[in-house]
């Protein structure tokens, strides 16, 4: 399976900037990424997109980010980036990366899946 691990978050205050990342693995096995995505989960409210990048690099941003967030992948690192200036405190959640259709090689056939991190606390304090 595909592995992604998620760094960066912190607290800051409003105004502040902070970069995440998410590191893609499969435990040695061959694989390839397509789409990734970042998403986003505040107390008591469902999880909600925050920006996708395609392998192309084409980008998708949630309104409520345009202008602020800046999402970035590195092909030859496997990793995904999410820059995120500007932010308010309703930027407050737990932030998961995903990885759409990931192929992976089992040494016999290939498999596809949709895979998700296990989250990073983002804290805008006012």
């Known amino acids: 399976q595909v592995q992604l691990v998620e760094s960066g978050g912190g607290l800051v205050q409003a105004g502040g900037s902070l970069r995440l990342s998410c590191a893609a693995s499969a435990s040695g096995s061959i694989f390839s990424l397509n789409a990734m995505g970042w998403y986003r989960q505040a107390p008591g409210k469902q999880r909600e997109l925050v920006a996708t990048i395609t392998s192309g690099g084409s980008t998708n941003y949630a309104d409520s980010v345009k202008g602020r967030f800046t999402i970035s992948r590195d092909n030859a690192k496997n990793t995904v980036y999410l820059q995120m200036n500007s932010l308010k405190p309703e930027d407050t959640a737990v932030y998961y990366c995903?990885?759409?259709?990931?192929?992976?090689?089992?040494?016999?056939?290939?498999?596809?899946?949709?895979?998700w991190g296990q989250g990073t606390q983002v804290t805008v304090s006012s």
């Open positions: 995903n990885a759409d259709r990931a192929r992976y090689s089992t040494g016999i056939e290939w498999r596809t899946g949709t895979y």
